[in-house]
Antibody, heavy 120, light 111 residues
């Protein structure tokens, strides 16, 4: 059974780069079944899809964030990562990672999430 | 871009039935599957309905999902409401090409 866990700094300064890692256990990130996704949720607000990656490196990004987002995959470590550049307070959120189930294109299971605060 | 619209909040009494809607902005909502997630305070979302109407194992059959093509909307229905059902509920779909989208979320109050 897949389990995912987000890790990284909980505090990032404005204008700097947010970097997070998602570690996958209970399965291989090179599985042909899944894309791997990032989703975020600002405090008190709804969910926003950030982007997805396949183990080959193929990516899809939310157009609203595309100019600032890079998602990478690290197959030897069974991890994938998120980089978001030029952050502002509006990027303060809980960031989740999850695999995308084939067929219905749904996210499951979700990692526990990590709160990233953008503040000086 | 494709958008999904949900009511901000709904409320109902224990034991009753409530329905939460999710309306697509363009195209046919029936063209791609709709999922529903439950999120309790302080927790990550979890799936209660996938592929329009399928329940993951462990989700009670009080939860059901449907699609209404005439109104271009999906619905989550919870019957026999329990206080433990109080949570935020999000619908989610995919534009069939390159874009995954969530609805804005509905806060369910069971009072």
């Amino acid at each position: 059974q897949l389990q995912l866990r987000e890790s990284g700094p909980g505090l990032v300064k404005p204008s700097e780069t947010l970097s997070l890692t998602c570690t996958v256990s209970g399965g291989s990130i090179t599985s042909t079944n899944y894309y791997w996704g990032w989703i975020r949720q600002p405090p008190g607000k709804g969910l926003e899809w950030i982007g997805n990656i396949y183990y080959t490196g193929s990516t899809y990004y939310n157009p609203s964030l595309k100019s600032r987002v890079t998602i990478s995959v690290h197959t030897s470590r069974n991890q994938f990562s998120l980089q978001l550049t030029s952050v502002t307070a509006a990027d303060t959120a809980v960031y989740y990672c999850a695999p995308i189930q084939p067929g219905g294109n749904w996210f499951d299971p979700w990692g526990q999430g990590i709160l990233v605060t953008v503040s000086s | 871009n494709f958008m999904l619209t949900q009511p901000h909040s709904v409320s109902e009494s224990p034991g009753k039935t409530v329905t939460i809607s999710c309306t697509g902005s363009s195209g046919s909502i029936a063209s791609n599957y709709v999922q529903w997630y439950q999120q309790r305070p302080g927790s990550a979302p979890s799936t209660v309905i996938y592929e329009d109407s399928q329940r993951p194992s462990g989700v009670p059959d009080r939860f059901s999902g449907s699609i209404d093509s005439s109104s271009n909307s999906a619905s989550l229905t919870i019957s026999g409401l329990k206080t433990e059902d109080e949570a935020d509920y999000y619908c989610q779909s995919y534009d069939g090409s390159t874009f995954w989208v969530f609805g804005g979320g509905t806060k369910l109050t069971v009072l």
